[in-house]
């Protein structure tokens, strides 16, 4: 299978969470994490392991890759998960890094950066989706940290 090389298109996204940088590590770096506010996923927590989820959803999206960083509690890199736009075009193999900043008053940044989409028509409508797509996703993260937090009494 032939993939489509980088063509400079990404997706930068970011969202201010509450927590930690070691709690807001976990939910973004680790499969349990991740599975807790996304999708099923699986983590091997090193440089090289397997990365690898499950969207489910009757898709039958199933796909693996490697873990490019793990440097904890700010950078994970993930690359060579193959993905081929539903709108047709050819595969490429896309990479996503995910940096977590800290911030003043118990909060941090997290900020995904997805590479490596293909060009024409098909990966045009993939990549709006896909921004759209995980822009809910970090929502979504934003959200269940919330969620953890314990509300100020007043």
Do not use: K
Request: one cysteine or more; glycine letters at 14%; aromatic letters at 6%.
């Amino acid at each position: 299978m032939s993939t489509e090389r980088n063509t400079g298109r990404t997706i930068d996204l970011s969202v201010e969470v509450v927590g930690t940088p070691e709690e807001v590590w976990a939910a973004i770096a680790t499969g349990p994490g991740v599975s807790a506010w996304l999708h099923h996923t699986e983590i091997e927590e090193h440089p090289g392991g397997r990365y690898a989820y499950d969207m489910g959803q009757g898709a039958g999206v199933n796909d693996t890759g490697r873990v490019a960083a793990y440097e904890p509690p700010a950078r994970l890199r993930t690359e060579g998960v193959v993905w081929t736009p539903a709108g047709g075009g050819p595969p490429a193999e896309l990479a996503t890094e995910w940096t977590v900043t800290t911030r003043s008053g118990g909060t941090c940044v997290v900020r995904m950066v997805m590479s490596g989409f293909g060009a024409g028509a098909g990966w045009d409508e993939e990549l709006a989706g896909m921004t759209t797509g995980m822009a809910a996703a970090l929502e979504s993260l934003r959200r269940h940290l919330a969620a953890r937090v314990p509300a100020a009494s007043g």
